[in-house]
């Protein structure tokens, strides 16, 4: 489809341009909608003229309604805009950006959505479906064990998974790690249950505290409950992680002063797997929690990281520096162009 469209830009080539300021415009719909002709200009930096004459092409397409609160997508134009969504994409060049952030991590595959997740919230929608879609083009046939992490993106991202059972092919969704104590929304355990829902398949959980001394960690590993879930998480085939700040992570998880204070002091910016990392990637803290360990990761085949929002970036550099070399990390250009800054390869 790309190199069609490539061929047809070669005829006509103001065909290219006018496709990614329509996209563009429908783009801005999406997020800001509903909105003002004066405030979309301003938001995508065109003229009011120029705006004008798209909006009211794209409203004769019955892609854009116009009302008294302001201007919004239809349901055609939001089908119009999903289905462009992957195709704009190839055109603006994220493949090669894809490539190169991929390249400087050091990882084999990096999916990138326009957009930034800190500023728009949809786009955390949109790197969920990418990660349904990439699931269900990449598991196997089989039996498979997907070991899911929490968090409020892995959460926001589970809403968009749809089915991944198939004939062939059935899913055992299980929470990467124990933790109860976060809201029960974003716990690995709701999660992984909704994904299992979502998908058809099958979920198992386990119930275990946060915040762990030494001496309890090591009397739960001996619970048979505990220890049957704990051998269907490290048998994992595939682990859904998202990647979060340092700091944050650590009140949300109720850490101490002390703990906090530690962190600050080791220059944590990084956390995944109860792991918190420096910014050259080295381990400055770990929680004891029962589940998968990083050292655990380097043999699961099929490894994902979801994580968006410029604020994020440095925390997703540094973790990606232990990250396995298989990992998949579905993203947002405000993550690309921040890492990016500067480097040449």
């Excluded at 493949?95 to 997740?117: F, N, T």
């Excluded at 540094?318 to 250009?333: F, G, H, R, S, V």
């Amino acid at each position: 489809m790309i190199n069609d469209l490539k061929l047809i830009g070669s005829v006509v080539p103001e065909v290219i341009p006018m496709l990614q300021q329509r996209y563009k415009v429908l783009q801005g719909l999406y997020w800001l909608q509903p909105i003002g002709r004066r405030a979309l200009s301003e938001a995508l930096s065109l003229t009011e003229r120029t705006l004008r004459t798209e909006t009211e092409q794209l409203k004769r397409l019955d892609f854009i309604s116009i009302s008294k609160t302001g201007m919004r997508l239809t349901d055609k134009g939001e089908d119009i805009y999903n289905q462009l969504a992957s195709l704009m994409d190839q055109v603006l060049g994220i493949q090669q950006i894809e490539s190169k952030l991929a390249k400087y991590l050091g990882i084999a595959r990096c999916i990138i959505v326009s957009g930034d997740s800190d500023k728009q919230s949809q786009v955390i929608s949109r790197l969920g479906k990418v990660l349904y879609h990439t699931l269900d083009e990449q598991l196997p046939n089989g039996e498979n064990i997907i070991a899911v992490m929490g968090g409020t993106t892995m959460a926001q991202a589970a809403e968009q998974f749809e089915n991944l059972e198939t004939e062939h092919r059935h899913n055992l969704f299980v929470p990467a790690r124990g933790g109860i104590g976060e809201l029960m929304n974003v716990q690995a355990n709701t999660i992984s249950a909704v994904m299992a829902m979502k998908t058809n398949g099958a979920y198992r959980a386990i119930y275990v505290p946060e915040q762990l001394s030494v001496n309890t960690y090591e009397s739960l590993l001996q619970e048979p409950s505990i220890a049957e879930v704990l051998s269907l998480i490290q048998g994992a085939n595939c682990v859904i992680h998202s990647i979060g700040r340092a700091l944050p992570m650590a009140v949300r998880r109720k850490m101490t002063e002390d703990e906090i204070l530690m962190l600050k002091q080791n220059g944590a910016i990084a956390e995944s797997f109860g792991y918190f990392f420096n910014q050259d990637g080295q381990i400055v803290y770990k929680t004891p929690r029962i589940g998968l360990k990083l050292s655990q990761l380097q043999n699961v085949p099929y490894m994902f990281a979801i994580a968006g929002g410029k604020s994020k970036a440095k925390a997703i550099a540094a973790y990606m520096k232990n990250a396995p070399k298989q990992t998949c990390l579905i993203t947002d250009e405000a993550v690309a162009s921040e890492i990016l800054k500067g480097v040449t390869l």
